[in-house]
């Protein structure tokens, strides 16, 4: 391959991207007789298909001691193009490039991200290579303010992994030797702060999907397209941190940023419980011009939501009834806190 000679195109509208690469004729892989015919100086590679989020990806770059973590917005995958194999050979090609260059812009930086995974692979230069694998890692001399946890830093930079993939728990070996309700049970109560149906699948492997869902529907809630456990299954008597923590579930099932403004209980005790549960469901952070807010720590799980329409519907009955509630408790602290302490929140979540 020769990298001088090689050009690369990049169509933004439609994610299309092509690489031309010179072809080494002297190589013992290629077939001189049919290059020479089709006149084949030249390997083109193709996409043409825009490409898929790449949530929950990064790339890792080790360098002595320290990784280096990219995420990844997007994967490309690139295929021969098969343009020298049409009648008419080279020329019909050099028609149709033509053609192609008319609507297809030279690229700087999307095409860059492809010649950097073809250096890497160790198409071109090694001296290229080096200087991008430079500008992924940081100096030893930069100073980087870490504000997030281990935890909170690693959803953040891949939304796609579960924010509590990494907590502790139960181990899946002690959980299996459960008896099958009690196991999700556990597995509810001690495990992730959110659930996804396909991680709790394999906890049940004896349960159809239908018997599942029975299941999470008795036990959890739907919130944007994870499970969480009900109120009543943490804290069975009610009181402050089931009002506050449905609260919480109501504001997120709604949104997934919620503005620190919005959040109406602001003093006292329920106050502190409030915020608390915040921190399990949300980042707090500050927009461009410094308002606080609460974001969701994970994308919707959209996988689901789209392959079980009624059970997300059912869920959002649900919610406007628990709505209606966590509503009515907290008009009733606000005009007296005393309320809350003496009812207990017993009513303050759907049973």
């Given at each position: 391959?020769?990298?001088?000679?090689?050009?690369?195109?990049?169509?933004?509208?439609?994610?299309?991207?092509?690489?031309?690469?010179?072809?080494?004729?002297?190589?013992?892989n290629?077939?001189s007789?049919?290059?020479?015919?089709?006149?084949y100086?030249?390997?083109?590679?193709?996409?043409?298909?825009?490409?898929?989020?790449?949530?929950?990806?990064?790339?890792?770059?080790?360098?002595?001691?320290?990784?280096?973590?990219?995420?990844?917005?997007?994967v490309?995958?690139?295929?021969?193009?098969?343009?020298?194999?049409?009648?008419?050979?080279?020329?019909?090609?050099?028609?149709?490039?033509?053609?192609?260059?008319?609507?297809?812009?030279?690229?700087?930086?999307?095409?860059?991200?492809?010649?950097?995974?073809?250096?890497q692979?160790?198409?071109?230069?090694?001296?290229?290579?080096?200087?991008?694998?430079?500008?992924?890692?940081?100096?030893?001399?930069?100073?980087?303010?870490?504000?997030?946890?281990?935890?909170?830093?690693?959803?953040?930079?891949?939304?796609?992994?579960?924010?509590?993939?990494?907590?502790?728990?139960?181990s899946?070996?002690?959980?299996?030797?459960?008896?099958?309700?009690?196991?999700?049970?556990?597995?509810?109560?001690?495990g992730?702060t959110?659930?996804?149906?396909?991680?709790?699948?394999?906890?049940?492997?004896?349960?159809s999907?239908d018997?599942?869902?029975?299941?999470?529907q008795q036990?959890?809630?739907?919130?944007?397209?994870?499970?969480?456990?009900?109120?009543?299954?943490?804290?069975?008597?009610?009181?402050?941190?089931?009002?506050?923590?449905?609260?919480?579930?109501?504001?997120f099932?709604?949104?997934?940023?919620?503005?620190?403004?919005?959040?109406?209980?602001?003093?006292?005790?329920?106050?502190?419980?409030?915020?608390?549960?915040?921190?399990?469901?949300?980042?707090?952070?500050?927009?461009?011009?410094?308002?606080?807010?609460?974001?969701?720590?994970?994308?919707?799980?959209?996988?689901?939501?789209?392959?079980?329409?009624?059970?997300?519907?059912?869920?959002?009955?649900?919610?406007?009834?628990?709505?209606?509630?966590?509503?009515?408790?907290?008009?009733?602290?606000?005009?007296?806190?005393?309320?809350?302490?003496?009812?207990?929140?017993?009513?303050?979540?759907?049973?």
């Amino acid at each position: 391959m020769n990298s001088m000679n090689d050009v690369k195109r990049l169509k933004p509208g439609s994610s299309e991207v092509e690489v031309d690469l010179s072809v080494d004729l002297e190589s013992s892989n290629i077939n001189s007789d049919v290059s020479n015919n089709l006149k084949y100086t030249k390997q083109t590679l193709s996409t043409t298909w825009k490409p898929p989020a790449a949530n929950g990806c990064a790339v890792g770059l080790l360098m002595g001691d320290n990784l280096h973590l990219h995420p990844l917005h997007a994967v490309v995958q690139l295929r021969p193009s098969r343009h020298y194999i049409n009648s008419g050979g080279a020329e019909k090609e050099n028609v149709a490039m033509s053609n192609q260059n008319n609507h297809m812009e030279p690229s700087t930086s999307g095409a860059d991200k492809v010649l950097q995974l073809l250096e890497q692979a160790g198409f071109l230069s090694s001296d290229v290579s080096s200087r991008y694998f430079q500008q992924m890692a940081t100096q030893e001399n930069s100073t980087i303010n870490f504000e997030l946890s281990l935890y909170d830093y690693i959803a953040t930079l891949c939304p796609g992994v579960s924010h509590d993939a990494l907590a502790k728990g139960p181990s899946k070996r002690y959980l299996l030797s459960l008896p099958v309700e009690k196991r999700l049970e556990t597995l509810l109560i001690d495990g992730p702060t959110l659930h996804r149906f396909s991680a709790i699948k394999h906890f049940a492997p004896e349960y159809s999907n239908d018997e599942l869902l029975s299941f999470l529907q008795q036990h959890a809630q739907l919130l944007q397209g994870y499970w969480v456990p009900k109120s009543r299954l943490l804290s069975p008597k009610g009181g402050p941190d089931s009002l506050a923590r449905n609260y919480v579930l109501v504001l997120f099932n709604k949104r997934l940023k919620v503005m620190s403004a919005d959040v109406l209980i602001k003093k006292g005790e329920l106050a502190n419980r409030v915020k608390n549960f915040l921190m399990q469901f949300a980042l707090e952070t500050k927009d461009l011009k410094g308002v606080s807010y609460w974001k969701f720590k994970e994308l919707p799980d959209v996988s689901f939501i789209k392959k079980f329409p009624n059970v997300v519907k059912q869920q959002e009955e649900i919610f406007k009834i628990l709505d209606k509630e966590v509503s009515s408790e907290v008009e009733k602290y606000k005009s007296s806190k005393s309320v809350v302490r003496k009812s207990g929140v017993k009513n303050a979540h759907v049973r």
